[in-house]
């Protein structure tokens, strides 16, 4: 008897504990979750799909690039002195292994010993922000050589861990920068080693038989659930759309009680990617509210890749359709209700020639893709220590009447960043910081 009562007290125990766990979840969200939620409709807004309108120029950028084909391949045929690239602060501490492919990229070695911050060799030396301090920069400055500021955060969480002012930063004068943004000295996209074109290259199926493997509606993965304004109100958002009945599935550290996805195979696995192709539709919401071009895996890698439309907030409209294949994706604000883009998704999922509208992409000439034959991170440094500079074209800034510098030079070309600050924050939308 007394085991006996051991084992209720012990049963007792866990309920209370699970009942005490529900109120708590079941008053945060009270508090936080909304009754409803609403879009401010933008002026272009209407009734439907929009109609895609080419913003990465390729009318110009192709022709031009073609042109210059011949002497590119010349000069990275010939670039075979070793060039290093160091990293003096990893990302976040990781060091990964960075391969460069010497055949497009020209002749280089991406490494992390410190020691060869004196090696004649030694071109770039690449600083992540999040370990940016004065006990951790280089003991000398070589003029010589590019000192490139690396970031992959949203402007937006950048000024809320380094601050309004990036004053160390600015007085240190960086004199290149990689980030996400197209107007990058080195752009990093988020597509990484996946990017479009090569999708389209190794796609070998139909649009009919990539509609034959869609079994399921929509899915999410969300793991930053209220860390700012801009996650809470996504969290918002998907919970409003659930609530409405809306066939979406949502996985992550957000959705308590989802258990694991594809078996628990992360993206770097073709499990994830093959699992993600069931559904129709990925909703790929940021974490950050009309940061210029922050775009991020979510949108690249969880559905183009996977060959599922991506529903998409964050950026601007004008951001995705420079970055994103023609006709790619659903813009949530066009939309001016949670209300009215559930009906869209499910009118969608109903009519199959609307909805391959959107995979059509697929069947398209990479050549058509934005950014085309634009080297990313890595690689376009090791050009540019090269004196290929060829990868400026694709810049947002780039005048092609009065470049800043030229295509192709003996050497490096001297780059400057006049004040990161200004770069950051100055040029980036007021939204970012403000909206939500």
Known sequence: MAGMDLELNLTSRRFMLVLLLLIIYVLVYIRNGPTDVTFSKPSHWHEGRTTFTPKHHNDWIIPLFDSLRDEL?????????????????????MKPVHEIDAKKCGS??????????????????????????????????NLSQLYIYWD?????????????????????????????????DFYQSYEHKYGVTRIIEENTLTLEELLAMKTKHSVTFVSNCRANARARFRMKMLEHIIRLGFKLEGFGACFWGSGKFA???????????????KYKFHFSFENSYHCKDYITEKFFNNALRSFTVPVVWGATREDYEAVAPPGSFIFVEDFDSVEALADYLNYLDKNDTAYLEYLKWLTMKPRDMPHYGRARHWCSICRALHGINIDDIYSPKYNKTNPIRPLFTDGVATRTVEHLKDWYYGEDNPECFSKY
């Open 263 to 277: 078996n628990g195979n992360s993206r770097d696995e073709p499990e994830f990617y093959a699992e993600v192709r």
């Open 108 to 141: 280089c070695e991406v490494t992390y010993d410190r020691e060869k911050i004196d090696d004649e060799r030694t071109g770039a030396v690449v600083f992540h922000f999040d370990g940016i301090g004065p006990k951790n920069m280089t003991p000398t400055r």
């Open 73 to 93: 391949e010349m000069r990275i045929l010939n670039a075979t002195d070793m060039k290093i690239i160091l990293v003096w602060i990893p990302m976040f501490g």
């Open 152 to 184: 992959l955060e949203s402007t937006a969480n950048l000024r809320s861990s380094r601050g309004d002012t990036l004053e160390f930063e600015d007085n240190f004068q960086f004199n290149a920068t990689m980030t996400y943004r197209r107007d990058s």
